[in-house]
């Protein structure tokens, strides 16, 4: 492990405050995505280890934690991401040697998680009831109340901004933690926990348990004594969740990703527009929830964004996460399989242009991003999520034929909007099915403020922002009779 210099070692598990090994499960191996070599090993976390997690999860509520105020607990996180903004560095090259990442998005992640810890640190205060008008003599109230112990899946292409967003709200509400990162992706996970333990964080917490989805994963869905889970990651995965949380009544939020479309109309500021339009699918190697994977152009502007967008395209590096170039290799060889069976669906769909590899050693998981042009809106390849820097270009004739389209899939996550048109940016903020609409913009995976989450398959429930807040905790009516 001397190429990553850890602090702490990944074959444990923390539990209750401590580093332990994995009760039953022993190790798995751990991967560099760039050369595809094995660097080391991660704990195999099973049922027994959930078990232990989720008992010190429990245990923790009614220590100190449970009798904090919520200033107080706003203050350890604040802290938090102090420490976290100071060690961005370490996570960076964490992050970028798991995962694949090129530094510089590594780093973008790491400086997210600080941010994430600072919002809802400042958050955790705020968060008022309200008094309800009711008969004579009485005086009605609501309390925003923690779950109790929530269980955190998360998956592997943006750990660190998908832990400041789902356990940086739930701490901040009062709720105890137990966290099952990706396998793929769990060191930052572990680090950040480690973090929180040095900024003050009450043992038991904040628990975090690797391993396997269908062994860890499956087991903390499953559990009992888990009051609330929040899930990011694919539809299947994300449906049996659903149904592990429904068997035990208890609320889930479903981050399941999208096929989301930005609109480009004959007006729009193409300068600015050109950017956001190749970046918002190819970040992170198009392994965004909130990639922007389709792109909507105005038959009198098509020929010109097609050919602007090839160039840039054609421009595009890619290579290992160290060297830092705009493309990065994808996060496993079973994911690299996944894109490469897409793009073999291509037939005789134009390629419009494709990225160069450079310097990208034999065995890292590559994928060269690839833009294709001439695609139908209901081929397979403008329907389903790709999670691979891949972009297909539509041709539509004006709004209406614009808004079908875009919301011609299953999903509903994210959409932007080109056009200088005030009124028609109104009508298609309006039109759209999705949970966020930019207006000349586009925020893949970004937005710490902003409230995000699905419709349709994109799936149900809000993160980030404020009103993550709300989806932490469950709301109790007091009926005071006073006379
Ligand atoms: P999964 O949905 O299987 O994995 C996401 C998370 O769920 C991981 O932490 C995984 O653990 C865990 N998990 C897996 N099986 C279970 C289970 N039975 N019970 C509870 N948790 C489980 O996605 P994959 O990693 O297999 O990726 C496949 C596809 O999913 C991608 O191609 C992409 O389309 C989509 N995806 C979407 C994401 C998003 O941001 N919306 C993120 C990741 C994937 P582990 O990895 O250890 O098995």
């Not at 492990?1 to 751990?30: H, R």
């Not at 699918?281 to 792109?295: L, P």
């Not at 790709?386 to 539509?394: K, R, T, Y």
């Amino acid at each position: 492990m001397t190429d990553l210099a850890l602090w702490f070692d990944p074959s444990k598990c923390l539990i209750n405050g401590e580093w332990v090994a994995p009760i039953k499960g022993g190790t798995l191996p751990l991967y560099d995505p760039s050369n595809g070599a094995e660097i080391g090993s991660i704990a195999r976390g099973t049922a027994e280890d959930i078990d232990a997690a989720v008992a010190a999860a429990e245990a923790a509520r009614s220590g100190p934690w449970g009798r904090m105020s919520a200033a107080e607990r706003g203050r350890i996180l604040m802290r938090l991401g102090r420490m976290v903004e100071e060690r961005v560095d370490d996570l960076t090259r964490i992050e970028a040697i798991d995962v694949g990442k090129p530094l510089k998005q590594a780093r973008a992640d790491a400086v997210a998680l600080a941010r994430y810890c600072e919002f809802y640190g400042g958050a955790a205060d705020k968060l008022l009831g309200e008094t309800i008008p009711y008969l004579d003599g009485y005086t009605v109230y609501t309390l925003r109340e923690p779950h109790g112990v929530t269980g955190h899946i998360v998956p592997w292409n943006y750990p660190m901004q998908i832990i400041g967003r789902s356990v940086g709200a739930a701490l901040a509400t009062g709720n105890t933690c137990v966290l099952k990162p990706a396998e793929d992706a769990c060191l930052t996970a572990l680090a950040f926990a480690d973090m929180a333990k040095a900024a003050g964080l009450p043992d038991g917490v904040l628990n975090v348990v690797p391993g396997l989805g269908a062994e860890a994963g499956a087991a903390l869905t499953a559990h009992p004594g888990v009051h609330h889970i929040s899930f990011t990651g694919s539809v299947g995965t994300g449906i049996m969740v659903q149904e592990a949380a429904a068997k035990n009544v208890v609320p889930v939020t479903l981050e399941l990703g999208g096929k989301s479309p930005q609109v480009v109309f004959g007006d729009a500021d193409l300068e600015r527009a050109l950017p956001f339009l190749v970046n918002a699918g190819i970040q992170n190697a198009g392994q965004t929830c909130s990639a922007s994977s389709r792109i909507l152009v105005h038959r009198s502007v098509h020929d010109e964004v097609l050919e602007r967008m090839a160039a840039r395209y054609g421009a595009l590096q890619v290579g290992p996460a160290m060297a830092d170039l705009d493309v990065g290799p994808l996060i496993s060889a079973k994911q690299q399989g996944l894109v490469s069976g897409f793009l073999g669906m291509a037939g005789d769909l134009e390629t419009a242009a494709q990225g160069v590899l450079r310097d990208a050693p034999n065995g890292g998981y590559y994928v060269r991003p690839t833009l294709l042009a001439g695609v139908k809106p209901h081929h397979p390849l403008a329907q389903k999520e790709i999670f691979g820097p891949v972009q297909v270009v539509i041709p539509f004739d004006d709004e209406d034929e614009a808004v079908a389209i875009a919301n011609g899939t299953d999903y509903g996550l994210v959409a932007s909007v080109w056009t200088q048109d005030g009124g028609r940016q109104m009508r298609l903020a309006r039109a759209i099915c999705a949970g966020q609409v930019f207006l000349n913009n586009y925020g893949a995976g970004g937005g710490v403020e902003l409230p995000f989450g699905g419709r349709g398959k994109s799936g149900h429930g809000r993160e980030k922002g404020f009103e993550a807040m709300y989806g932490f905790t469950t709301l109790k009516t007091v009926a005071a009779w006073h006379g």
